[in-house]
């Protein structure tokens, strides 16, 4: 079964840099796209950026100057850094699979991570 | 961007009855585009139907999606207590946008 488990810290101060990683265990890393999406307590979804395995990213817009993503196939693992932050950043950050049926076009999300509660507060 | 818009805000129906999510897009959205996503309380959400209407493994078939342009739907026959949670739908055409989401509580 494909899992995805996301890490990184609980509590960020305002104008930190959040860093989250994401474990992929059961499926191949460089065979799949990836991506995060975020939901703020009790709002919908949003999504944050996803990327090919080959190294294209997309990102959202309205979050592009703020966001880095990285991949590491060794690990199996990829990465997120959102900087500047602030209150508006608190969210349950998900990492996704991208699914195998959608092409990088069209993506839409096949499995999801348990998700992490960020946090951003001083 | 593509707006789409969610209705009702919420949904209470009792088990055993059909619920019936819209999902409104602000421009016409090409190729059946649009996934359907259900998240129960404190889970991440789970996909259930992608390009409008083919469902997504291991999903019942009491779930089925239809839909095209502007206009999609989501139906959920035979509700189960399973299924009382809050419902997205996504368009995947242009960029990605999710709807607000549609809450089906037991009445």
Redesign the interface.
């Known amino acids: 079964q494909v899992q995805l488990q996301e890490s990184g810290p609980g509590l960020v101060k305002p104008s930190d840099t959040l860093s989250l990683t994401c474990n992929v265990s059961d499926t191949s890393i460089t065979y799949y796209h990836w991506g995060w999406i975020r939901q703020a307590p009790g709002k919908?979804?949003?999504?944050i950026a996803?990327f090919h395995h080959g190294g294209v990213t997309?990102f959202?817009p309205s979050l592009k100057s703020r966001v880095t993503i990285s991949l590491d196939t060794s690990r199996s693992q990829f990465s997120v850094r959102l900087s500047s932050l602030t209150a508006a950043d608190t969210a349950v950050y998900?990492c996704v699979r991208l699914?195998g049926?959608?092409t990088w076009t069209?993506?839409?999300?096949?499995y999801?991570?348990?998700?992490v509660l960020v946090t951003v507060s001083s | 961007d593509i707006v789409l818009t969610q209705s009702p805000g919420t949904l209470s129906l009792s088990p055993g009855e059909t619920a019936t999510v819209s999902c409104r897009a602000s421009q016409s959205i090409s190729g059946g585009y649009v996934a359907w996503y259900n998240q129960r309380p404190g889970q991440s959400p789970r996909l259930l139907i992608y390009g409008a209407s083919r469902r997504a493994i291991g999903i019942p078939d009491r779930f089925s999606g239809s839909g095209s342009e502007t206009d999609f739907t989501l139906t959920i026959s035979r509700l189960e207590p399973e299924d009382f949670a809050v419902y997205y739908c996504q368009q995947y055409d242009i960029s990605v946008t999710f709807g607000g989401g549609t809450k089906v509580e037991i009445k």
Do not use: A, R, T
Request: glycine fraction near 16%.
């Open positions: 919908g979804l949003e999504w996803y997309k959202n998900y699914s049926s959608s069209h993506p839409f999300f096949d999801w991570g348990q998700g």
